[in-house]
């Protein structure tokens, strides 16, 4: 189907990011996927595309402007290499450098950015902690004014990327309970009192490292407080719009491949006397994932649209990230029963899909928070 919104730059940006997974990542997957990690160079030849450089100046190595639409477009080509791991260790960045980009004072912009952007550097975002994810106004970890430090104390967990970041945007409670006492630091991975940990053995995204941080008396310098202090509640919140799209739109990736290895398999797989695809029952399953796709890309396109118009859908973005991934759970479920035993094999780009849908549903806001923050948006 035609897209109303497509122009040649955003062709052309789309060709070249599915051009770098089909030639870079996808003949890798298995691989890196069975070592649990890929080499550095990766980030950078990623980096390079400008994956992440939208709405930063050019001065701090990003591209000079913002298109939601290439946003979603370079996240729906990798998520179509099926391999997630691998998307999840080179976007860690991605969902922090936004907040890096419009609180951090200048001297770490000008510094750490362009490193982070061209890929010689990993970025991570801290928010989730061990006492928990979805209730983020609660979180435990402490940051107090020492002088002209921040002295920090606690523990963030599921991080990703987190092994080999060298910096990170981490939330920490500056003031009073709740919402109105979080404030966000700039911290680097060999300040004093910083430590971490792998967390191995995951169900998915094998390919990238993923850590529990830890703080322990951890001294940052107290012009690293990005944005006012008891203030970084609402930029985290507004954060997470961009990190929803992305998934979203990863997701569509994911659910197109799911459909195109779908279609190629029952074309020249055989049962009963005819090819697969000749069954009605499995026509209908098609059918169904086809047209769940094409709500996936139609959603994304009106967030988008919104977006370059300079509005914030939060709703929309809310309900489209539980759409899609239930959307996602179906195409990715279908696939393998098409496959049937051959999709229960390591190495079958299904399998991996399948298995990797499930962090779609929990990871940026569950499937339950996302439906209610979508529900609290409608003013009930
Ligand atoms: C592979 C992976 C990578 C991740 N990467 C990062 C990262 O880079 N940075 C980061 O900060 N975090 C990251 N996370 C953490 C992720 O954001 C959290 O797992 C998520 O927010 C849920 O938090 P939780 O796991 O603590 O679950 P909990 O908050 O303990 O919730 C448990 C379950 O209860 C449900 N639930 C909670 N409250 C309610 C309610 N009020 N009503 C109904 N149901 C509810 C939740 O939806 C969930 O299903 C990652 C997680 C994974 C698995």
């Known amino acids: 189907m035609k897209n109303p919104f497509d122009t040649d730059e955003r062709r052309a940006f789309r060709e070249t990011v599915a051009r770098f997974v089909k030639q870079e990542i996808e003949p890798n997957a298995d691989a890196w996927d069975e070592a649990g990690s890929f080499p550095w160079e990766v980030h950078e030849q990623a980096c390079a595309l400008g994956l992440f450089g939208f709405g ?41 450098v936004g907040l890096v980009n419009s609180l951090a004072n200048e001297a770490i912009k000008r510094r750490a950015l362009p490193e982070i952007l061209s890929g010689v550097k990993g970025g991570a975002l801290g928010i989730t902690e061990p006492s928990g ?57 060999g300040m004093p009192g910083f430590s971490r940990t792998a967390i191995e053995r995951k169900m998915g995204w094998w390919a990238s490292d993923t850590a529990t941080l830890y703080f322990d008396e951890c001294r940052v310098p107290a012009a690293n407080l990005m944005g006012e202090e008891n203030r970084g509640f ?31 398999y029952a074309q020249q797989r055989k049962t ?26 139609a959603l994304i396109n009106q967030i988008c649209w919104n977006i370059n118009e300079g509005e914030a859908p ?57 439906r209610d923050l979508a529900v609290r948006q409608m003013g009930l």
């Not at 290439?70 to 998307?87: N, P, T």
Request: with cysteine; charged share 20%.
């Open 272 to 297: 009963f006397g005819k090819p697969l695809i000749k069954h009605q029952v499995i026509r209908h399953k098609l059918a169904e994932m086809s047209s769940r796709i094409d709500a996936m890309d």
């Open 234 to 264: 609402l930029s985290v919140l507004n954060n997470f719009n961009f990190e929803r799209l992305f998934m979203c739109a990863q997701m569509l990736g994911m659910a197109r491949r799911c459909l195109d290895e779908s279609i190629a």
């Open 56 to 96: 930063i100046d050019e001065q701090y190595g990003g591209l000079g402007f913002e298109d939601a639409f290439m946003r979603a477009a370079s996240a729906e080509e990798l998520g179509r290499g099926g391999i997630g791991g691998v998307i999840a260790a080179i976007g860690s960045r991605g969902i922090m």
């Open 133 to 189: 994810g979805s209730d983020v106004a609660s979180m435990q970890t402490r940051a107090r004014r020492d002088g002209d430090e921040y002295v920090l104390n606690g523990s963030k967990t599921f991080i990703t990327g987190g092994m080999n970041a060298s910096y990170f945007a981490i939330a920490a409670r500056t003031g009073e309970e709740g919402g109105t006492g979080i404030s966000l630091f700039f911290v680097e991975a």
């Open 314 to 370: 939060v709703a929309e973005i809310s309900k489209a990230k539980f759409f899609c991934s239930t959307a996602l759970e179906y195409c990715a479920n279908e696939a393998m029963q098409i496959f049937g035993g051959a999709g229960y094999l390591r190495g079958n780009p299904v399998e991996r899909i399948y298995r990797e849908t499930k962090v779609m549903t929990i990871g940026g806001g569950s499937a339950e928070i996302m």
